[in-house]
């Protein structure tokens, strides 16, 4: 009886172990593309035009609401600690307080929202919208944040710090509903 019940326990720690190893995979693995993203850069004043926010929504559809935030705190956390995974290779806590702060910090909130709406239901429509509201998201924190840079002037800052961003964003999303699109059929979240 004591065999068999540790036995019951050896196999449940082996499967345990293999589930957490596969979600720490997929989570490092959108951690690590997020920073490659980030380097894919048009340095524009304020804040660079870059292809973060495609794989910050594309983790959160991947990964779901929990795995995909995790994702993108660990990105956080490696650009602040001082491994240069920001745009145009930038790093450290100056960085939060700096113009791309706001849009940094929103990053988490963005793939939650994507993967949280995509549970709840994964159709066309859904699928879009939520990468909508999560892009509309970080550009609105984005703004907010960067209102403290024009002198409190929100106007010029969402124009500055989201009008800008408005065609660059639809090129974005369209190539992450795509790619999900495609891809969910066999991968419908990340790890199988």
């Known amino acids: 009886m004591l065999v068999n019940e540790i036995s019951k326990s050896n196999k449940l720690m082996k499967y345990f172990?293999?589930?957490?190893?596969?979600?720490?995979?997929?989570?490092l693995a959108f951690t690590t593309l997020t920073a490659f993203a980030a380097q894919v850069s048009v340095p524009v004043q304020p804040v660079p035009f870059t292809l973060q926010t495609m794989l910050v929504i594309l983790s959160?559809?991947?990964l779901g609401s929990r795995n995909g935030a995790i994702s993108q705190i660990i990105y956080l956390?490696?650009?602040?600690?001082g491994i240069p995974v920001f745009a145009n290779m930038s790093f450290g806590l100056p960085i939060l307080f700096g113009p791309t702060g706001g849009y940094l910090l929103s990053f988490p909130i963005a793939a939650f929202i994507v993967g949280f709406i995509i549970e709840r239901k994964r159709n066309l429509f859904t699928i879009i919208s939520s990468?909508?509201?999560a892009s509309l998201i970080v550009l609105i924190i984005g703004?907010?944040?960067l209102t403290t840079f024009y002198s409190g002037?929100?106007?010029?800052?969402?124009f500055a710090g989201a009008i800008i961003f408005s065609?660059?964003?639809?090129?974005k999303i369209s190539a992450a509903v795509s790619m999900y699109h495609s891809f969910s059929k066999k991968y419908p979240k990340l790890p199988k």
């Open 17 to 27: 172990s293999y589930a957490i190893s596969k979600d720490l995979f997929w989570i």
């Open 60 to 62: 959160g559809a991947f």
């Open 77 to 81: 956390f490696v650009g602040i600690i």
């Open 131 to 133: 990468m909508v509201l």
């Open 143 to 145: 703004a907010a944040y």
């Open 153 to 158: 002037n929100f106007k010029q800052a969402f």
């Open 167 to 171: 065609v660059w964003d639809l090129i």
